[in-house]
């Protein structure tokens, strides 16, 4: 997991989290850790399939900055259609997007500690075939 359930409370708080979360108690009391875990699964899946064009997976360490990506995104996925349309949850998830797009297409590195797989390796084409029949010597006086 690129973030934990502690990183997203470090992140933006119990309250927030329980909110979002806590399904059982009127008012919201408790952060439902699971609920919050299915949110980072996810999010580990769409960072995975972005990150996985460029990097082995798994990353022998997790950078930072994944963590906190791995975090808006879940955030985005616990707020679902309730978060603002122009609101600092959907910039922070379309502004991880963005930079996990730069990351597949190579434009940003990131350090994970490990080797990038191996790339195609790139080759010559060659074609061979029955010599000529005709060539302008053969056809010269015609």
């Known amino acids: 997991m690129y973030a934990t359930v502690d990183d997203m409370v470090t992140r933006f708080g119990t309250t927030e989290l329980a909110q979002l979360t806590d399904r059982v108690n009127k008012p919201a009391s408790a ?10 699964a996810d999010a ?3 960072i995975d399939g972005y990150i996985a064009k460029v990097y082995r997976l798994p990353l022998s360490q997790v950078p930072e900055i994944l963590a906190k990506y791995a975090a808006d995104i879940a955030r ?6 309730a978060a603002e349309k122009d609101g600092p949850i959907l910039r922070a998830y379309d ?4 930079w996990l797009r730069d990351v597949s297409r190579g ?3 990131i350090d994970v500690g490990g080797t990038a797989p191996e790339q195609p390796a790139g080759g010559t084409i060659q074609a061979s075939g029955p ?12």
């Open 131 to 142: 010599d000529r029949l005709f060539t302008r010597d053969s056809l010269r006086g015609l």
């Open 76 to 81: 985005y996925y616990l707020h679902g259609k």
């Open 44 to 46: 580990d899946a769409l």
């Open 107 to 109: 434009l940003v590195q």
């Open 95 to 98: 502004q991880a997007l963005t």
């Open 31 to 40: 952060v439902d850790a699971a609920v919050v875990t299915r949110a980072l």
